[in-house]
């Protein structure tokens, strides 16, 4: 029975009898074996009553028992939905009401807090640790590893994925297998991935750029990862020797170029560094080729697409544009009034058409709708101008969403949290230029008449309430905010006066 996701990423490990996966030390794990994890990590799916369809939701570690429940998911038919380890129990517990997955797999520390919202929400909780061990891997081990694989369709969703614009609750963007089949596949064309390719794998695998991009592209062309927890510096220079490619955030290279180690005798081997989910500094572009001879190849992705654009793998990778559409992907530019296409060089909206783009909004029709068009181009809410050559260079969001580290942050969420501290009267969350994480979440407040802000306890409260990413690196007081004749809060002039905080 056909299940193209299943089919063309998981299915051809059986036949590779090399390293899949290259692990801690001199371990590894071969094609054939992460194919019996993904099939036993499906059997016990099954067993906890996961059928095609239902939501499977993990905030786990980095393990190759983790990707394998990606395969899992795709063998059963089931959507996955990964979370990001960094969210407090209050921010998943929004997410399982809103998707009512059947399972939700998280580390074991977390079991008691989490144990009450599977109980409100219906769904059956279970453990996975930074190990791989936990009450999944005891049942995993106690299925058989056969196949098992439900007939699907290519355009049956495969992901969940939430993303976050400047207001409201968290959107759900629906994937399909076709799209993330689409992307996959013209990725390891467009950047001469094959067989003898060795990707260094050090993003997280919540996160589209860590999964969809890194992993897929891997199994889709018969590569091999060295397959670590996350970004350890001393790890990444051990391991580059080894690999042939690196796909990283901006703040990779900048960590990379601060160590006199990393140097062009480490690297001459190496074939592509590819970096994206969050702007690359022009002077990163320029110091890394300085110390390399590489230029690094910059894309533009984001939840709801996967990859649209590209710098070219042969040719010229132009610093501060995020290349050219993949092919297959159509980009424009339009007006955000009107929605007509503008000229070369003018700025605009940023809209996408192609097989990569995601079908719609969980539970959201109405802001499906606003976003998606009925001639399926999507409306990114970035803006950016093509020059004449067809580079695409992004010059900011027409909303005030935070990309830092590759992480989306709505300052809204930050905002209400912030205004309910004691003596704030009013604030204001923007984007500021940061060397490591492009952006960094930095908060303007105002405090009450006869008040005073104690700065520490308000690092304190958010530390219990947000995420790491989310929470400020830097907090100012100030008198007033600026506002316009409307009154409403021009940031615009906030970042223009703390925009050199961090750089």
Not at 116 to 131: E, G, I, K
Not at 168 to 179: D, I
Not at 262 to 287: C, I, K, N, Y
Request: one cysteine or more.
């Amino acid at each position: 029975m056909p299940n193209p996701l299943y089919d063309r990423l998981f299915a051809p490990l059986a036949d590779r009898p090399g390293a899949f996966l290259h692990l801690d030390g001199d371990t590894s794990l071969s094609g054939p074996d992460f194919l019996a994890m993904v099939h036993r990590a499906a059997a016990a799916l099954r067993s906890l009553g996961v059928r095609a369809g239902d939501r499977v939701a993990l905030q786990v570690a980095k393990t190759p028992e983790a990707l394998a429940i990606y395969g899992a998911t795709a063998a059963t038919g089931a959507v996955l939905l990964p979370l990001n380890t960094a969210y407090t129990p209050s921010e998943v517990e929004a997410f399982v009401a809103d998707a009512t997955p059947r399972v939700l797999l998280v580390d074991p520390t977390c079991a008691e807090a989490l144990s009450p919202v599977c109980a409100r929400h219906d769904a059956t909780l279970t453990t996975l640790d930074a190990s791989g061990r936990g009450r999944f891997r005891e049942l995993c081990d106690a299925q058989s590893s056969g196949a098992v694989v439900e007939a699907r369709e290519a355009s049956d969703l495969a992901a969940l994925l939430y993303t976050s614009g400047t207001t409201g609750r968290s959107k759900g963007a629906m994937l399909s297998q076709g799209n993330l089949l689409s992307n996959a596949t013209t990725l390891a064309q467009e950047w001469r991935f094959g067989p003898s390719d060795v990707l260094l794998h050090a993003l997280p695998i919540f996160h589209t750029h860590g999964l969809f991009v890194a992993c897929n592209v891997s199994l889709a062309s018969g590569a091999s990862m060295i397959f670590q927890p996350g970004f350890d510096l001393d790890a990444i220079l051990l391991a580059l020797p080894q690999s042939t490619v690196l796909m990283g955030v901006p703040t990779f290279y900048t960590r990379l170029l601060d160590d006199d180690r990393f140097d062009r005798d480490l690297v001459a081997h190496m074939r592509l560094f590819v970096s994206g989910s969050a702007p690359l500094l022009a002077e990163t572009h320029v110091a890394f080729e300085a110390r390399t001879d590489h230029r690094i190849l910059e894309r533009y992705g984001m939840t709801e697409t996967n990859m649209n654009t590209s710098n070219p793998y042969d040719g010229e990778r132009r610093a501060g544009t995020v290349g050219r559409p993949l092919p297959g992907v159509e980009v424009v530019v339009t007006d955000p009034a009107t929605g007509a296409p503008l000229p070369v060089g003018e700025t605009g909206m940023v809209e996408v058409r192609g097989p990569n783009v995601f079908s719609g909004y969980w539970g959201m029709p109405e802001k499906t709708r606003e976003e998606l068009r009925d001639s399926g181009f999507f409306i990114t809410g970035d803006l950016g101008r093509f020059d004449d050559d067809g580079y695409l260079a992004l010059v900011g969001r027409q909303k005030d969403l935070i990309i830092t580290g590759g992480f989306n942050v709505y300052p809204k969420e930050v905002e209400l949290l912030l205004d309910e501290q004691p003596g704030v009267l009013e604030s204001a969350v923007i984007g500021v230029p940061h060397p490591d994480f492009g952006e960094a979440v930095f908060a303007v407040l105002v405090a009450k008449p006869g008040h005073t802000i104690d700065r520490d306890a308000i690092d304190a409260a958010l530390r219990e309430r947000l995420a790491r990413y989310k929470q400020p690196k830097g907090i100012e007081i100030v008198d007033a905010l600026p506002r316009n004749t409307m009154g409403k809060v021009q940031k615009n002039l906030l970042r223009d006066r703390f925009g050199d905080r961090f750089v």
